[in-house]
């Protein structure tokens, strides 16, 4: 089946650790996107990749990392300098960049802080 | 700048009720593109619709319909004869072709409806 996978479910981070959080997807898309929700808000976007090995800052970036090595996979790495980073993550993946493309998300991964 | 309005913070409803989600837009370009997507508790965004903006006419998928209304910039949702199924939180989101200066990767979200469907 074609989708995109988010791995874990739930991670607990402590003071001070930076964690990655893992999206793959098999659905051949060139862009791929990271977002945060919190409680009672909508989605904003941390950076997105267009193809690889390229990427580019959200609105909310700072503190945050990201890599796009193979067409599939684009992990997020939270760090310490993030201090505030509980929050529902989510992943997105899409045809092309171009706003007409509609964006296919994962299932998110929860993050918590310890 | 793009901005996307959901008013509606909370909706309650009884089964079988017809319910309406507000959404109302902002944007400079005269291409943009409107979605809706579905959160169910489970977190996962699930993708409803997508339209153009030259793409006026109203759809109608199932219990579900849409209404777009340039003159009003708004994007409502109706879902007809509700289910429970149908609770969750809605998000309306646009996106922009990047006429005039603007980004054309961005998806904004407005803050999501929180629909719940009660027996």
């Known amino acids: 089946d074609g989708g995109i996978t988010q791995s874990p479910k739930y991670l607990f981070r402590k003071e001070g650790q930076n964690v990655t959080l893992s999206c793959e997807q098999n659905?051949?898309?060139?862009?791929m996107y990271w977002y945060r929700q919190d409680p009672g808000q909508g989605l904003r976007l941390i950076y997105y990749?267009?193809?690889?090995?390229?990427?580019q800052k959200g609105d909310i970036a700072e503190g945050y990392s990201v890599s796009r090595e193979k067409k599939e996979s684009f992990p997020l790495t939270v760090t310490s300098a993030q201090k505030n980073p509980t929050a529902f993550y989510l992943c997105?993946?899409?045809?092309?960049?171009?706003?007409?493309?509609?964006?296919?998300f994962g299932p998110g991964t929860r993050l918590l802080v310890l | 700048a793009q901005k996307v309005t959901q008013a509606q913070t909370e909706i309650s409803v009884v089964e079988k009720e017809d319910v309406t989600l507000d959404c109302v837009y902002e944007t400079r370009d005269t291409t943009y593109y409107l979605f809706w997507y579905k959160q169910p508790p489970s977190g996962e965004l699930v993708f409803l619709i997508r339209r153009n903006s030259f793409d006026e006419q109203n759809e109608i998928s199932g219990r579900y319909s849409w209404n777009f209304q340039k003159s009003t910039s708004s994007f409502n949702f109706t879902i007809t004869a509700s289910q429970v199924v149908d609770s969750a939180v809605y998000f309306c989101a646009l996106s922009e072709a990047g006429e005039r200066g603007g980004s054309n990767y961005k998806l904004t979200f407005g803050k999501g409806t929180l629909l719940t469907v009660n027996p």
């Open positions: 990749s267009q193809i690889v090995n390229d990427f």
């Open positions: 659905l051949n898309h060139d862009a």
């Open positions: 997105a993946s899409s045809l092309g960049n171009r706003g007409r493309e509609t964006q296919y």
